[in-house]
């Protein structure tokens, strides 16, 4: 393997998750090094693993961290059940990098189109469980019928704070 490369590859992934706090898909690896193949991308990942500079889930996109990061495995949840307890423990994880401080971070898909804010349905939403929310920032609520709803005030069901949202543009498998 060319050392060279590898530092390469790790540090667009650095960079990457510095910049938009998720890890980047083998894809957009293959975008910012100048590679064309995933397979080669793959191998490198996997000697990067092996001398111990990341850690990767396999077969779950977006989830490289690197072993020196504040990254962290955020429980993807469902929206029906937002309980992450033993029984209900989360089959998904999202690789995240929150900026600031410690929080109890959970992640859901969108369960439908809000569109007055910029979310569409199935975009990742990270959010933090919390009881106190700051002004101007986006919460999580449920509406009259119980379900999850986005809202720009705090309303009196509001159980999380947005942090952030995550959309992926390539096509869904119905």
């Known amino acids: 393997m060319n050392q060279r490369r590898a530092e390469n590859i790790l540090k667009f992934i650095r960079d990457y998750i510095d910049q938009y706090h ?9 975008e910012g090094v100048g590679l064309a193949s995933t397979s080669t991308i793959h191998r490198y990942l996997h000697q990067l693993e092996q001398d111990g500079k990341i850690n990767m889930t396999i077969g779950q ?20 059940n937002l309980d992450a307890s033993e029984e209900n423990a989360p089959k ?4 995240y990098h929150p900026p600031g401080r410690p929080r109890e971070l959970f992640a859901i898909y969108a ?3 809000f569109p ?3 979310i569409l ?4 939403l990270i959010a933090e469980k919390t009881q106190n929310f700051e002004e101007d920032k986006l919460t999580l609520f449920y509406d009259e019928e119980h379900h999850i709803a986005v809202s720009d005030d ?5 159980f999380a704070m947005l942090i952030s949202v995550i959309r992926n543009y390539a096509k869904k498998k119905e």
């Open 121 to 124: 349905k199935n975009d990742i």
């Open 61 to 80: 996109n977006r989830s490289i961290v690197i072993s020196d990061s504040k990254n962290k495995k955020i429980p993807l949840l469902d929206p029906e």
């Open 154 to 158: 705090i309303p009196p069901s509001a």
């Open 92 to 95: 998904d994880y999202i690789t």
């Open 111 to 113: 369960p439908q189109d």
């Open 116 to 118: 007055q804010m910029g």
């Open 22 to 30: 998720i890890s980047p898909s083998v894809r957009e690896i293959c």
